[in-house]
C-alpha cells in the first residue's frame, strides 16, 4: 500500500527526514515510534503531499504522491490529481481538527459532498452508518464543542472514513486527551485494524502497538533505526536510542 524510497527533507539547513525507507503492507498496520523531532510528523505529512519531499519518493498503491514519471523523469502533478490521490489517504491529527462552526453531520459530509461529489442523501445516509461504528449514534447534530475530546476525535476517525481512503495515517491520535478516554479512541482504532484498513500510526501507547502492529518503525533524527516484528522493535531493541526511548515511555 505504500512504499517510501529514499526520501529526503530539510527545512533551512534542518535535515529533518535523512533517507527513509518504508514499507506497508496492505491491510497492516504500521507503528511509527521515535523521540520528539525524530520526523514522525513530517514523514507522515510527506506520505499525504502535505510536504514536498527534496528527494526520494512515495508511493500509495502503486502511485508517486504527487509527481508522475516520464521521459525518465518525475513532474509535478496538476492539483486537480493530487486532491484526488489525497482523498485516497485519512489522515487524523492530535488536535482532532474538526470544523468548530459545523454540526458532527455537516463534518461528515463536507468532503464527500464538495470534493468527491457523492450526492447529499448519500453522504447522510454515509455519515449516520459511520458514526454508529464510532459509537456516536445520535450526536448528528451536536456541535465539537459539545462533545468530549475522546468524542470529537472519534468524529475525526469517522470524518476520515467517510472520504472511503485506502491508507489512513494517525498523527498522535490519543496524545491531547485526558487519560480515560485514551480507551474508547483506541478502541475504534483497533476495530479498523480487525477491519483490515491499511494504517500508519505514530503513538506512544506500547501496549497499543504491541496489539495492534504488524510492524513497529523506530525514527531517530531522520532515519529508521529499528524495523520490524513489535515484539523485536518494542521489547528487544538493538539500537541504543530506541532502547532509552522505550524504557522512558513505558
Ligand atoms: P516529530 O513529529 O517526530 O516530533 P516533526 O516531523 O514534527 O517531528 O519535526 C521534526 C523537526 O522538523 C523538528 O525539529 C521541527 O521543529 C522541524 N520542523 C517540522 N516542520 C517544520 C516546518 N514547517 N518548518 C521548519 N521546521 C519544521
Ligand atoms: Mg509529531
New binding site residues.
Given amino acids: 500500500m505504500v512504499r517510501v524510497r529514499g526520501l529526503k527533507k530539510s527545512?533551512?539547513s534542518?535535515r529533518?527526514?535523512d533517507g527513509v525507507d518504508l514499507d506497508v503492507a496492505e491491510g497492516s498496520v504500521t507503528v511509527l515510534l521515535?523521540?520528539?523531532?525524530?520526523?514522525?510528523?513530517?514523514?507522515?505529512?510527506c506520505v499525504n503531499h502535505l510536504?514536498r519531499p527534496d528527494a526520494g519518493f512515495v508511493e500509495v498503491a502503486g502511485e508517486i504522491v504527487g509527481y508522475r514519471y516520464r521521459d525518465g523523469r518525475l513532474h509535478e502533478l496538476p492539483g486537480r490529481e493530487i486532491t484526488r490521490q489525497r482523498t485516497q489517504v485519512g489522515m487524523v491529527f492530535q488536535q482532532f481538527n474538526l470544523f468548530p462552526h459545523l454540526t458532527v453531520l455537516e463534518n461528515l459530509i463536507e468532503a464527500p459532498v464538495a470534493v468527491r461529489g457523492v450526492p447529499k442523501p448519500d453522504a447522510v445516509a454515509k455519515a449516520g452508518e459511520l458514526l454508529a461504528r464510532v459509537g456516536l449514534d445520535g450526536r448528528q447534530s451536536a456541535y465539537p464543542r459539545e462533545l468530549s475530546g475522546g468524542q470529537q476525535q472519534r468524529v475525526a476517525i469517522a470524518r476520515a472514513l467517510a472520504m472511503e481512503p485506502r491508507l489512513l495515517l494517525f498523527?498522535?491520535p490519543t496524545s491531547a486527551l485526558d487519560p480515560e478516554l485514551v480507551g474508547e479512541v483506541l478502541g475504534v482504532i483497533r476495530d479498523l485494524a480487525v477491519g483490515g484498513m491499511s494504517m500508519i500510526i505514530?503513538t506512544h501507547e506500547i501496549g497499543f502497538a504491541r496489539e495492534v502492529a504488524d510492524q513497529a518503525v523506530f525514527?531517530d533524527g531522520?532515519r529508521i533505526v529499528e524495523s520490524g516484528a513489535p515484539a523485536d522493535v518494542l521489547d528487544r531493541p538493538g539500537n541504543e536510542r530506541a532502547r532509552a526511548f522505550l524504557s522512558a515511555v513505558l
Fill in positions: 527545512f533551512g534542518h529533518v527526514l521515535g523521540p520528539s523531532g525524530s520526523g514522525k510528523s513530517t514523514l507522515l505529512r510536504e498523527d498522535e505514530v525514527l531522520g
